[in-house]
């Protein structure tokens, strides 16, 4: 994942603060900003090369079918490319998902705000939500394909139902703990309360609404694998599904590898919309 | 003259969860500011300066009493009048130019002309070439010139303002208080301005309304000569005096009478003194 700030300052804090004691003890070792990159990018390489290591060294004996090396996993993902199955599996899958996700953005939005400033719309909606979230979606599978049928829709339908909630709660919450401080601003300079909402409330939930985006990212890629894998296959989560049924275990280890690496990559882009266009966020968390 | 602002026996009580009593904050409150007059509410922290001034913005409804704008009850949210929090409350999302503005956005003042009317106020405060920067890039004191600018961009008939200088150090306070009083002496807006510190009130007001626990006040009129930051305050007897008597009134302020002390003899004797240190440097002795 793309945590590399917070990884260095989890190290960092402790080293900075102990320092100013002793700096005797500190100056043989490396000094915290080397110690933290080498602990956030050369152990973590390292580690993987082991592991990869490893499994060579374990799997040259292994039954492919059980288990293949990662020279097999790696001649996979030649086939898979050459003949642009897994580009067209991730663009099908990056649809799927982005679709879902932002309709429970959108959806998810507007019901965390209006949960979180009306008391009698959130008592009226907390029994449906409480339901839909403790549902195993898979469940609702049949269901919507009942609705759907085998279509892009019914995928992007599925991923929706799934992530929407976490966006919902967040910014329920985000928008209920604003300060007394700030409803007074909005008092005091004649805010309507649409204007409120806009411009302060929603705003200042901003950082909950995040966490809360972050989760239901989480939920669309679950959300999206399981739609590709129970209705048609196709995409990602049908590329592992056809090719666990054949029994081609290295293409289907391409495909789980490349679904995680899916995942990462919709985080990091995340990471990207929420610097690009939240500047103020770091300074006042921070 | 006619009052502008008009409290008439205000009482306020919050409920105490944890005791289960009830704390009466105001009992029974009169007071009236006069059109273009600065006066300062004086007194303890938790006396109740923070509840009358939102009690006068309508933030919070008295539980008696009422509040008269202008010779009406203060009902309708209106719509001039500016306030200075005590925390500021900037919007971190909003740039400096963003938070000015907000008062004539909610008006509905199109993009240009309310930038161009924030760009004026960023200027008034000293803020110029700010304008696009974000609230935390700020220090304690820029902050608060934004939160004065943006109860100014309004150009409120009313600016209440809540210990503004509270939270910032001595030195910056000093130079916000004479740059509020040149600002003042520009718009003559009428003020209401809640402090703890007795040499900020006799720096800035024309009357001194001092404030004891829940109780109703005493007035006292400020009739040093302005501009006033150019006095050598500390050899000045009538400051001295008016400073010891604002003090004894602190310390009984439960004397529920009220009463108006009038300092009409200080004029005289303020005119001919030294131009050495400003009030506000004096102030900083006593506290
Ligand atoms: N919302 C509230 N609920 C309960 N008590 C409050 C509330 N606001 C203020 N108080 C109490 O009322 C008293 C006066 O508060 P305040 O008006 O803020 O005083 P000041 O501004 O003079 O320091 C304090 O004792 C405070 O604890
Ligand atoms: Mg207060």
Same mark, same amino acid.
């Given at each position: 994942?793309?945590?590399?700030?917070?990884?260095?300052?989890?190290?960092? +804090?402790?080293?900075?603060?102990?320092?100013?004691?002793?700096?005797?003890?500190?100056?043989? %070792?490396?000094?915290? %900003? /080397?110690?933290?990159?080498?602990?956030?990018? %050369?152990?973590?390489?390292?580690?993987?090369?082991?592991?990869?290591?490893?499994?060579?060294?374990?799997?040259?004996?292994?039954?492919?079918?059980?288990?293949?090396?990662?020279?097999?996993?790696?001649?996979?993902?030649? !086939?898979?490319?050459?003949?642009?199955?897994?580009?067209?599996?991730?663009?099908?899958?990056?649809?799927?998902?982005?679709?879902?996700?932002?309709?429970?953005?959108?959806?998810?939005?507007?019901?965390?705000?209006?949960?979180?400033?009306?008391?009698?719309? /959130?008592?009226?909606?907390?029994?449906?939500?409480?339901?839909?979230?403790?549902?195993? +979606?898979?469940?609702?599978?049949?269901?919507?394909?009942?609705?759907?049928?085998?279509?892009?829709?019914?995928?992007?339908?599925?991923?929706?139902?799934?992530?929407?909630?976490?966006?919902?709660?967040?910014?329920?919450?985000?928008?209920?703990?604003?300060?007394?401080?700030?409803?007074?601003?909005?008092?005091?300079?004649?805010? +309507? /309360?649409?204007?409120?909402?806009?411009?302060?409330?929603?705003?200042?939930?901003?950082?909950?609404?995040?966490?809360?985006?972050?989760?239901?990212?989480?939920?669309?890629?679950?959300?999206?694998?399981?739609? /590709?894998?129970?209705?048609?296959?196709?995409?990602?989560?049908?590329?592992?599904?056809?090719?666990?049924?054949?029994?081609?275990?290295?293409?289907?280890?391409?495909?789980?590898?490349?679904?995680?690496?899916?995942?990462?990559?919709?985080?990091?882009?995340?990471?990207?919309?929420? !610097?690009?266009?939240?500047?103020?966020?770091?300074?006042?968390?921070? | 003259?006619?009052?502008?602002?008009?409290?008439?026996?205000?009482?306020?009580?919050? @409920?105490?969860?944890?005791?289960?009593?009830?704390?009466?904050?105001?009992?029974?409150?009169?007071?009236?500011?006069?059109?273009?007059?600065?006066?300062?509410?004086?007194?303890?922290?938790?006396?109740?300066?923070?509840?009358?001034?939102?009690?006068?913005? @309508?933030?919070?409804?008295?539980?008696?009493?009422?509040?008269?704008?202008?010779? #009406?009850?203060?009902?309708?949210?209106?719509?001039?009048?500016?306030?200075?929090?005590?925390? *500021?409350?900037?919007?971190? =999302?909003?740039? *400096?130019?963003?938070?000015?503005?907000?008062?004539?956005? $909610?008006?509905?003042?199109? #993009?240009?002309?309310?930038?161009?009317?924030?760009?004026?106020?960023?200027?008034?405060?000293?803020?110029?070439?700010?304008? &696009?920067?974000?609230?935390?890039?700020?220090?304690?004191?820029?902050?608060?010139?934004?939160?004065?600018?943006?109860?100014?961009?309004?150009?409120?008939?009313?600016?209440?303002?809540?210990?503004?200088?509270?939270?910032?150090?001595?030195?910056?306070?000093?130079?916000?208080?004479?740059?509020?009083?040149?600002?003042?002496?520009?718009?003559?807006?009428?003020?209401?301005?809640?402090? &703890?510190?007795?040499?900020?009130?006799?720096?800035?007001?024309?009357?001194?309304?001092?404030?004891?626990?829940?109780?109703?006040?005493?007035?006292?009129?400020?009739?040093?000569?302005?501009?006033? =930051?150019? #006095?050598?305050?500390?050899?000045?007897?009538?400051?001295?005096?008016?400073?010891?008597?604002?003090?004894?009134?602190?310390?009984?302020?439960?004397?529920?009478?009220?009463?108006?002390?009038?300092?009409?003899? $200080?004029?005289?004797?303020?005119?001919?003194?030294?131009?050495? @240190?400003?009030?506000?440097?004096?102030?900083?002795?006593?506290?």
């Amino acid at each position: 994942m793309a945590n590399n700030d917070s990884t260095q300052e989890i190290v960092a +804090t402790p080293l900075t603060a102990t320092t100013p004691a002793g700096k005797a003890v500190a100056a043989p %070792r490396l000094s915290p %900003r /080397e110690e933290s990159w080498f602990v956030s990018v %050369r152990v973590p390489i390292i580690s993987v090369a082991a592991f990869l290591l490893l499994w060579q060294f374990g799997a040259r004996h292994m039954n492919p079918i059980l288990m293949p090396t990662p020279t097999l996993v790696g001649s996979a993902f030649r !086939d898979l490319i050459s003949r642009g199955v897994l580009q067209k599996a991730f663009f099908i899958s990056l649809q799927d998902m982005s679709y879902g996700y932002f309709i429970a953005i959108a959806v998810g939005s507007v019901l965390g705000v209006l949960t979180g400033r009306f008391r009698t719309f /959130e008592k009226v909606v907390s029994p449906y939500i409480s339901f839909f979230m403790a549902t195993p +979606t898979i469940a609702l599978v049949p269901l919507v394909i009942v609705w759907f049928g085998f279509s892009q829709s019914s995928r992007v339908f599925l991923v929706a139902i799934h992530a929407v909630w976490p966006v919902a709660i967040n910014t329920a919450m985000g928008i209920r703990v604003l300060s007394r401080l700030l409803r007074d601003v909005g008092w005091a300079y004649r805010l +309507t /309360e649409s204007q409120f909402v806009r411009w302060v409330a929603l705003p200042s939930a901003v950082p909950y609404i995040l966490a809360g985006l972050r989760v239901a990212l989480g939920r669309a890629v679950v959300g999206m694998i399981v739609a /590709e894998m129970t209705m048609e296959l196709t995409g990602l989560g049908g590329l592992v599904m056809v090719y666990g049924n054949a029994f081609k275990t290295a293409h289907l280890i391409a495909g789980v590898i490349t679904s995680a690496v899916f995942a990462v990559f919709v985080s990091a882009m995340m990471d990207v919309v929420r !610097d690009r266009f939240f500047p103020w966020i770091k300074g006042t968390s921070a | 003259m006619e009052a502008l602002i008009e409290v008439k026996g205000v009482s306020k009580a919050y @409920a105490n969860y944890a005791t289960g009593r009830e704390l009466v904050v105001l009992r029974d409150i009169d007071l009236q500011v006069r059109p273009n007059e600065f006066v300062c509410l004086l007194g303890p922290s938790g006396c109740g300066k923070t509840t009358l001034l939102k009690i006068l913005d @309508a933030m919070i409804t008295p539980d008696r009493g009422e509040v008269l704008l202008g010779g #009406r009850p203060l009902i309708e949210r209106l719509a001039d009048i500016g306030f200075v929090f005590q925390d *500021v409350g900037l919007l971190a =999302w909003r740039t *400096v130019l963003g938070n000015v503005a907000l008062g004539l956005e $909610a008006r509905g003042m199109p #993009r240009r002309q309310r930038e161009t009317v924030a760009l004026e106020y960023i200027k008034l405060v000293g803020l110029e070439g700010f304008a &696009h920067y974000y609230p935390h890039q700020l220090s304690g004191g820029m902050q608060q010139r934004v939160g004065l600018a943006r109860a100014l961009a309004i150009s409120p008939k009313v600016l209440l303002m809540d210990e503004p200088f509270g939270a910032v150090d001595a030195m910056t306070r000093q130079t916000l208080q004479v740059e509020l009083a040149r600002i003042w002496e520009q718009s003559r807006a009428t003020v209401v301005f809640v402090t &703890h510190d007795v040499d900020e009130a006799i720096f800035l007001a024309d009357r001194i309304v001092v404030m004891g626990r829940a109780q109703a006040t005493r007035s006292v009129n400020v009739a040093l000569p302005r501009p006033r =930051w150019n #006095r050598d305050a500390q050899s000045d007897p009538e400051y001295v005096a008016l400073r010891v008597n604002l003090i004894r009134m602190l310390n009984t302020a439960h004397a529920a009478a009220a009463a108006t002390v009038a300092h009409a003899a $200080a004029a005289a004797t303020v005119a001919h003194a030294a131009a050495a @240190a400003t009030v506000a440097q004096t102030a900083k002795g006593g506290e």
